[in-house]
């Protein structure tokens, strides 16, 4: 599933085309993914112009001057598309510009979604409105208060969007390895001192992976077609039964349906 880092990547990318630029049409060419696609959606963003490009979460946010905002999620398999020069079978969702170029949203797995929300009711959209704070410059000693009384595993916690939004299985076992922290640990176990090493290694991994284009698994591909790298840098995540760096052996166990990897050695 796409997270954060392939996000972000999405949206920069596709801000590359469509930012400043007025839909000249759009094209629904099925009428649902996940869910249903609004009815008026080609009517609120033909001829409007797009006025920013930004994430919250999962979510990629198209603004234009009408005041409505375009989310997308790209489910488990999605991925837009710059100026294909065919359609595919899975491009389920066309926007073309006035300079003429277009963007296809592709979901062969259909668990994607598309949403037109007024921008000024962003915050009080039901998905929206019982997110945690984003990853990026999140404060310790807020984020202990947040794990204060809870049992459940550190890990577990860290994939709740109500604490963290954004956060996804991958990078939170990339960020816990770097942090020294045992993924089995309980929440409220985890010391002041040790949520100080974990909130950074938290942005220097999302940091290091957006900067890598995202992680490149099954289907995920950024919008000029690029792979992301950041797969080749993983230092447990996938790694089961390779040798860690401090001479100990990557586990894998599961946790909440999840494989979680993580050296026994020096996570503790």
Same mark, same amino acid.
């Given at each position: &599933?796409?997270?954060?880092?392939?996000?972000?990547?999405?949206?920069?990318?596709?801000?590359?085309?469509?930012?400043?630029?007025?839909?000249?049409?759009?094209?629904?060419?099925?009428?649902?993914l996940r869910r249903a696609m609004p009815v008026d959606l080609g009517q609120r963003l033909t001829g409007s112009r797009v006025t920013g490009l930004h994430r919250r979460?999962?979510?990629?946010?198209?603004?234009?001057?009408?005041?409505?905002?375009?989310?997308?999620?790209?489910? &488990?398999?999605?991925? $837009?598309r710059v100026d294909p020069g065919e359609l595919a079978k899975h491009d389920h969702f066309l926007i073309a510009t006035d300079e003429g170029r277009r963007v296809a949203?592709?979901?062969?797995?259909?668990?994607?979604?598309?949403?037109?929300?007024?921008?000024?009711?962003?915050?009080? $959209?039901?998905?929206?409105?019982?997110?945690?704070?984003?990853?990026?410059?999140?404060?310790?000693?807020?984020l202990k208060r947040r794990l204060t009384g809870r049992s459940a595993a550190i890990k577990l916690l860290l994939l709740d969007q109500t604490i963290i939004a954004g956060?996804?299985?991958?990078?939170?076992?990339?960020?816990?390895?770097?942090?020294?922290?045992?993924?089995?640990?309980?929440?409220? =176990?985890? =010391?002041?001192?040790?949520?100080?090493?974990?909130?950074?290694?938290?942005?220097?991994?999302?940091?290091?992976?957006?900067?890598?284009?995202? =992680?490149?698994?099954?289907?995920?591909?950024?919008?000029?077609?690029?792979?992301?790298?950041?797969?080749?840098?993983?230092?447990?995540?996938?790694?089961?039964?390779?040798?860690?760096?401090?001479?100990?052996?990557?586990?894998?166990?599961?946790?909440?349906?999840?494989?979680?990897?993580?050296?026994?050695?020096?996570?503790?």
């Amino acid at each position: &599933m796409p997270e954060l880092p392939e996000v972000e990547t999405t949206v920069r990318g596709l801000a590359r085309v469509l930012d400043g630029r007025r839909i000249a049409s759009v094209e629904a060419r099925r009428p649902d993914l996940r869910r249903a696609m609004p009815v008026d959606l080609g009517q609120r963003l033909t001829g409007s112009r797009v006025t920013g490009l930004h994430r919250r979460a999962k979510y990629g946010l198209i603004d234009t001057d009408r005041g409505d905002t375009l989310v997308f999620h790209l489910g &488990m398999s999605g991925h $837009w598309r710059v100026d294909p020069g065919e359609l595919a079978k899975h491009d389920h969702f066309l926007i073309a510009t006035d300079e003429g170029r277009r963007v296809a949203l592709n979901d062969a797995r259909r668990f994607g979604s598309l949403d037109l929300v007024r921008t000024d009711e962003l915050a009080q $959209w039901p998905p929206f409105k019982a997110l945690g704070p984003e990853p990026f410059g999140i404060d310790p000693r807020d984020l202990k208060r947040r794990l204060t009384g809870r049992s459940a595993a550190i890990k577990l916690l860290l994939l709740d969007q109500t604490i963290i939004a954004g956060l996804g299985n991958i990078y939170v076992c990339e960020a816990l390895y770097r942090a020294g922290i045992h993924p089995r640990r309980a929440g409220r =176990s985890v =010391s002041l001192e040790r949520l100080r090493r974990l909130v950074p290694a938290i942005e220097a991994v999302l940091d290091e992976a957006i900067a890598a284009g995202g =992680s490149t698994l099954r289907d995920f591909a950024s919008p000029d077609g690029e792979l992301g790298y950041f797969s080749k840098t993983f230092q447990v995540y996938d790694r089961e039964g390779k040798a860690c760096a401090c001479g100990g052996t990557v586990k894998r166990i599961v946790q909440g349906g999840r494989s979680t990897f993580h050296c026994p050695r020096c996570q503790r």
